[in-house]
């Protein structure tokens, strides 16, 4: 049986891909491609409705498919969980073929019900709402695997202890993703290196031209939103990151 990203646990499946409505991908012609083990992941990409200028979310999530990105987070903080569930309707089929993992932001019902790869949560929106363990998250037959924002040592070791399947690192520098947030800098980079044990990914005002300090701090996995979305061609900018990546 084909398992969550490199979690162990079993994976959703197609067939949750069609109890949700969304076409079957090898009836539109995929070949189906095997995730990655989560710890062999690189580049984390965003289909960001900040970020999308009109654009289809299932557009931009073949240009980062095709780019090369190894997990597509889809972020809709203004939109109601219906939306976000078409949205995710739309995309899964785009990522699963592809082999991407796709990642829902902030609304658990909506990962699990869709047969995401995984949710993301931040630390108020997990241990503010009484969990303390992952296991604790409400799940029918299958769980999406659970990545958790961490901007500071305690809140690391926290995540890692309830059983996230991995960290973001963050924000390092400032970002407009975030324009409220300090940036934890490299130092929190570094630290990260050296204690976390679980994959982690740095994220937060990355660019191609800030991408080396970051590597040379311990950094082996990024997330980038606005670089990417932002560029005049998704596919391509996406490449380079990869291609800078290894």
Same mark, same amino acid.
């Given at each position: 049986m084909q398992t969550v990203l490199g979690t162990g646990r079993p994976h959703p499946g197609l067939e949750s891909a069609e109890r949700a409505?969304?076409?079957?991908?090898?009836?539109?012609?995929y070949n189906l491609r095997r995730m990655k083990p989560l710890s062999e992941c690189r580049l984390y990409a965003f289909v960001d409705t900040a970020y999308l200028h009109g654009r289809p979310p299932e557009?931009?999530?073949?240009?980062?498919?095709?780019? $090369?990105? !190894?997990l597509i987070q889809l972020r809709a903080k203004r939109s109601s969980p219906d939306e976000i569930r078409r949205m995710a309707e739309?995309?899964?089929?785009?990522?699963?073929?592809?082999?991407?993992?796709?990642?829902?932001?902030?609304?658990?019902?909506?990962?699990? !019900?869709?047969g995401a790869d995984f949710c993301h949560l931040g630390q108020e929106d997990f241990f503010d709402a009484g969990f303390a363990r992952v296991s604790q998250l409400p799940a029918f037959g299958s769980r999406p695997g659970i990545g958790l924002s961490s901007h500071a040592p305690d809140q690391a070791r926290r995540a890692m202890a309830a059983g996230?399947?991995?960290?973001?690192? $963050?924000?390092?520098?400032?970002?407009?993703?975030?324009?409220?947030?300090?940036?934890?800098? =490299? !130092?929190y980079v570094r630290w990260a290196a050296a204690n976390v044990d679980?994959?982690?990914?740095?994220? $937060? $005002?990355?660019?191609? =031209?800030? =991408? !080396?300090?970051? =590597?040379a701090a311990g950094a082996?996995?990024?997330?980038?939103v606005s670089a990417i979305l932002d560029a005049p061609d998704v596919k391509k900018a996406c490449s380079e990151f990869r291609k800078r990546l290894g």
């Amino acid at each position: 049986m084909q398992t969550v990203l490199g979690t162990g646990r079993p994976h959703p499946g197609l067939e949750s891909a069609e109890r949700a409505g969304v076409a079957h991908p090898e009836s539109c012609g995929y070949n189906l491609r095997r995730m990655k083990p989560l710890s062999e992941c690189r580049l984390y990409a965003f289909v960001d409705t900040a970020y999308l200028h009109g654009r289809p979310p299932e557009l931009v999530a073949r240009q980062l498919c095709d780019g $090369g990105a !190894d997990l597509i987070q889809l972020r809709a903080k203004r939109s109601s969980p219906d939306e976000i569930r078409r949205m995710a309707e739309a995309v899964l089929p785009v990522t699963r073929p592809a082999g991407a993992g796709l990642v829902v932001n902030d609304h658990f019902a909506v990962a699990r !019900d869709v047969g995401a790869d995984f949710c993301h949560l931040g630390q108020e929106d997990f241990f503010d709402a009484g969990f303390a363990r992952v296991s604790q998250l409400p799940a029918f037959g299958s769980r999406p695997g659970i990545g958790l924002s961490s901007h500071a040592p305690d809140q690391a070791r926290r995540a890692m202890a309830a059983g996230a399947d991995y960290i973001a690192i $963050g924000p390092v520098h400032a970002t407009p993703t975030k324009p409220g947030a300090k940036p934890v800098t =490299l !130092d929190y980079v570094r630290w990260a290196a050296a204690n976390v044990d679980i994959p982690w990914f740095a994220i $937060g $005002g990355i660019t191609l =031209l800030n =991408l !080396d300090e970051l =590597l040379a701090a311990g950094a082996r996995r990024i997330c980038v939103v606005s670089a990417i979305l932002d560029a005049p061609d998704v596919k391509k900018a996406c490449s380079e990151f990869r291609k800078r990546l290894g």
